[in-house]
């Protein structure tokens, strides 16, 4: 198995909404990712857990808001967001997070989020 | 700081012809470095990686890349062009960086029958 499962695909919600996107990877990988994409642009960095703890927060609003419940779980909370947070958001993961070379990225298909 | 620069965001190629996407990085020491594919409203799929050993590495789909320390460069190709390689094809690098990964701006593939 050498899937990441992201839900939902599709998400819409109003700036008063809270909602979650969540991530799942049954490859044994200890290290999981959150990235933001928005169209025509590469992915940015929001976060990164290592060993299910926040190991980079790349100066990401409040309204974002991770959880690593275990080792092959990943959330995102989202509440008050704005309209230009709009974007396709892709989890991800690799295979060792304490070594200078953690593996390469393993991305699910992402979901796609807007905010009305 | 380590980054990378993709040549080109738009490619155009005929359908048979060959494929060349160029990515060029900036270190002090040799990174690791990759090359993901991008088809609309999906994920990110690896095409290939260097990391150690050989400079020149083969990926899935016929493509290949060749790690150039001396130019600092790790271009795309492909022989010839499918209509299935249109895309948005991104490089990426991570140096001793802890799960950091540096993606490059990308660049369309368009392939033209």
Not at chain 1, 13 to 41: D, I, P, V
Not at chain 1, 71 to 94: G, I, R, V
Not at chain 2, 42 to 68: C, D, H, M, S
Request: one cysteine or more.
């Amino acid at each position: 198995d050498t899937e990441v499962t992201q839900t939902p695909k599709h998400l819409v919600m109003g700036m008063t909404n809270k909602k979650s996107l969540k991530c799942e990877q049954h490859m044994g990988h200890r290290a999981m990712y959150w990235y933001k994409q928005k169209a025509k642009k590469p992915p940015e960095l929001m976060f990164v857990y290592s060993y299910e703890k926040l190991s980079i927060n790349e100066s990401v609003p409040s309204r974002f808001s991770p959880e690593c419940p275990n080792s092959s779980l990943l959330n995102l909370h989202l509440h008050a967001l704005q309209p230009e947070d709009s974007a396709l958001y892709l989890c991800a993961s690799s295979q060792d997070a304490q070594r200078e070379y953690s593996g390469e990225l393993f991305f699910g298909e992402g979901s796609r989020l807007t905010v009305l | 700081a380590q980054s990378v620069t993709q040549l080109g965001s738009h490619v155009s190629v005929s359908e048979g012809a060959l494929v060349l996407l160029r990515c060029n990085y900036s270190s002090s020491v040799p990174p690791y470095l990759f090359w993901y594919v991008q088809y609309p409203n999906q994920g990110l799929q690896l095409l290939l990686k260097y990391t150690t050993g050989a400079t020149l590495v083969k990926g899935i789909n016929g493509f290949e890349a060749e790690f150039k320390k001396s130019e600092t460069s790790f271009h795309l190709t492909k022989p010839s062009a499918h209509m299935s390689d249109a895309a948005e094809y991104f490089c990426a690098v991570t140096l001793y960086n802890f799960n950091k990964f540096y993606f490059g701006s990308g660049t369309k593939l368009n392939v033209k029958p």
